[in-house]
């Protein structure tokens, strides 16, 4: 596992030995978060890797991104789009916003190109080496918008030997995950590596609505991408090149209308998650395609150069019933429950982003080493939309465009005057320009502009930090660091109205120890606190079903966190996590809509009917998030097992939104995973039986506020069979 482009067939021998015995021993952990491969130990920041057999098992269902979900202390994933827009927060830190040109204070960051649209950080999960989860603000290496974290992917190398993988696994309606992927090299200079993935699902939701023009069943999908990746290594100098693509179509998020009992956050007695009634339709398309570019070079005795370019295009169309029933009060029949009015939106987006970055990362010089970089960012969003009415028929609403555009300077620099000591520091300019334009018609060569909107300005980043080996494996670390999400402006196509957010900037305090021994431990443990100031917010809906964006003065948190893997006897491998987030809004004079009807609001609410949020959590900030993993082989033979593998997440109660109110309040949630099989080391096949959601839980993960009660939900108990061979 490692950043740089050089030495990866050592790369992949270490990943396919981890794999190998992930379930008899704890290996070494080695991490990117300072943008070199350095040991966790030596590194000043709360970093989570998910790697080899746990990654593989997480990911075995056809689940999307959001599998990462509660997986790692403080991190949280959620989505009203369903498998193309992805919602991430650590430490209580996200954004709620479902709209496309939203601002998220989590970073993910694949094969090293950050992605600024929603719609690219969902690209699938698969063939990868590692995850990273980077906590705290992470703004002077990774840039703007990271100051809650960075979620970090890298995909598997090209190697000089010939090897491939392949797998595929069957399950509950119809559920298909099928991987395979093959790497070698061309010349002794020139290898690569092309992987894809496949993904379906039966639809399994019935409409019980039988007078629907449209769907009688949904939440099915089809899931094609693949990833096709040549490198060039000639002594000093490496090239590699990554294109890659995506291809889905399925249903868009599925609204359930008053399945919330009102005066309760639990669902109704008629509540099913395999059946809806609905009138509207609810398609999903996404097309996507992208590719970087990386070369490295390496300087006898000063250090080592990189340039990474990076382009990525996607297309997205997505319908849905957003009051999730029929009719209306005012056009009965109605249902289910109440339905003041119908709401079907949809329309499309067209997100296109370009980034460079140069970056020189010198050798150590005595007891100094040091980064320089610069970095450029544009992006061209493109989105319409529009509404149904009962009778299906299509109204036109407004279009919008925006220009986003960086350009930043960054160093880091890292001092070691003793072998035990080690100081680092770092500073990055950034230079951020908006520019909105909201039309009243389809697009803008037959539209008037109704708002021009912009927004422009320069921030530093930066942050200190000091980490002491007490031995060579065990460290004790402090960090300060400063980051900030820039300026944001929302333009709501179906409202026609736009609204604009100053940056907001958050301060992080954080200590931490770490230690391991290798073959038999390693943790990691951490408190902090930040202070978020101008944070930005959306309002969601409300009676007017209008997203606006606010800023709120300050938002306070702080927690723990912590981490353990350990092997008490031998081929037995357990590990746990957990996390306590407490987070706070503060300012006292900012209010917001709540729902449009149907919720118990516990905040004070004025004359105007609005709900002051002084004093509340963050929405989508679990105080709890547990996890727990164990993994036990037996041998039954030369070279041959059977194996076990079990995982668990938990999470405790969450808001939906920054109003507080009985029903829109998430209850508790316990997710579990089995995986029993028996595998063949020398032929490196293994067949094996699974489960996710083994108890069958099904949990409120967000909702509709304007209408009704309307929530969504999580994934159902997916049971199946998995086959999967290596060479």
């Not at 509950?172 to 993935?197: H, M, Q, W």
């Not at 008053?258 to 398609?283: R, W």
Request: hydrophobic share 35%.
């Amino acid at each position: 596992m490692t950043a740089s482009m050089g030495g990866v067939a050592a790369a992949e021998t270490s990943a396919a030995a981890a794999e190998e015995t992930s379930a008899s021993q704890v290996g070494e952990i080695i991490v990117t978060a300072t943008r070199r491969a350095e040991r966790t130990v030596d590194v000043p920041v709360a970093v989570s890797v998910l790697e080899g057999q746990k990654l593989a098992v997480l990911n075995s269902s056809g689940a999307d991104i959001r599998f990462l979900s509660g997986r790692v202390p403080s991190l949280l994933a959620e989505s009203s789009f369903g498998r193309t827009f992805p919602r991430f927060y650590i430490r209580g830190l996200g954004n709620t916003d479902f709209s496309a040109d939203a601002a998220q204070p989590v970073s993910v960051v694949y094969d090293n190109v950050a992605l600024e649209s929603p719609f690219l950080k969902a690209f699938p999960a698969f063939d990868l080496e590692n995850v990273e989860v980077l906590k705290g603000p992470q703004g002077t290496l990774f840039g703007r918008n990271t100051p809650a974290g960075v979620i970090r992917l890298t995909s598997a190398k090209p190697t000089d030997y010939y090897s491939g993988h392949g797998s595929i696994s069957w399950g509950t309606y119809n559920t298909v995950n099928s991987e395979v992927a093959v790497s070698g090299p061309i010349t002794d200079k020139l290898r690569f590596r092309v992987s894809g993935l496949l993904q379906r699902r039966d639809d399994w939701v019935k409409n019980d609505y039988t007078a629907t023009m449209f769907e009688d069943e949904f939440e099915g999908y089809r899931d094609l991408a693949g990833r096709a990746q040549l490198e060039y290594e000639d002594g000093p100098m490496d090239i590699l090149l990554n294109v890659h693509a995506r291809q889905l179509r399925g249903s868009a998020r599925m609204f359930r209308a008053n399945v919330i009992e009102p005066g309760t956050n639990h669902f109704t007695d008629a509540f099913d998650v395999e059946h809806v009634a609905q009138n509207g339709s609810n398609p999903q398309r996404l097309d996507s395609v992208g590719a970087n570019l990386q070369i490295s070079y390496k300087f006898d005795g000063a250090g080592s150069f990189y340039w990474v370019t990076g382009y990525e295009r996607v297309k997205v169309y997505s319908r849905g019933d957003i009051d999730g029933g029929f009719g209306a009060s005012f056009a009965p029949p109605f249902g289910p429950g109440f339905i003041p009015f119908p709401v079907e939106t949809g329309g499309s987006n067209k997100p296109e982003e370009f980034t460079q970055e140069l970056r020189f990362a010198s050798e150590k010089f005595n007891d100094f080493s040091y980064q320089v970089g610069a970095y450029f960012f544009d992006q061209n969003l493109d989105g319409t939309g529009g509404s149904w009415n009962l009778a299906g028929a299509f109204a036109p609403g407004s279009s919008s465009h925006l220009d986003n555009r960086t350009y930043a300077l960054f160093g880091s620099v890292e001092y070691t005057p003793t072998d035990n000591l080690i100081l680092r520091g770092g500073l990055r300019w950034s230079h951020d320009k908006k520019k909105s334009f909201l039309y009243n018609g389809p697009d803008a060569a037959s539209s008037t502009a109704l708002v021009i909107g912009e927004a422009e300005g320069s921030k530093w980043s930066w942050d200190a930090s000091a980490t002491y080996k007490l031995t060579p494996d065990y460290s004790v670390y402090g960090r300060i660091a400063h980051g900030y999400l820039g300026a944001a402006i929302k333009n709501d196509i179906t409202a026609g109205v736009s609204t604009i957010a100053k940056p907001q900037t958050t301060t992080s305090y954080e200590v931490g120890f770490k230690g391991q021994q290798r073959g038999l431990f390693s943790y990691a443990a951490d408190i902090y606190y930040f202070d978020t100031k101008d944070i930005q917010l959306t309002a969601v809906g409300g009676g007017s079903n209008v997203t606006r964006l606010l800023n709120a003065k300050k938002a306070e948190g702080y927690g723990v966190e912590g981490e353990f893997t350990f092997t008490p006897i031998e081929r037995l491998v357990l590990s746990a996590g957990g996390s306590y987030n407490h987070t706070k809004l503060k300012d006292p004079d900012l209010r917001v809509a709540p729902c449009g009807g149907g919720c118990t609001v516990t905040d004070p609410v004025d004359a105007s009917g609005l709900a002051s949020i002084n004093g509340n959590p963050l929405p989508q900030a679990p105080k709890w998030i547990f996890n727990f993993t164990a993994g036990y082989a037996i041998p039954v033979g030369e070279q041959k097992e059977l194996f076990a593998y079990t995982d668990w997440a938990y999470r405790s109660k969450v808001n939906f939104f920054l109003y507080e109110s009985i029903e829109f309040t998430g209850r508790s949630s316990l997710e579990g995973g089995l995986r029993l099989g028996y595998r063949d080391l020398a032929k490196k096949w293994e067949v094996a039986a699974f489960a996710r959601n083994i108890t069958n839980q099904i949990r409120a993960v967000s909702a509709i506020d304007f209408n009704n009660l309307t929530a969504m939900v999580n994934e159902p108990r997916i049971i199946g069979g998995e086959f999967k061979i290596s060479y």
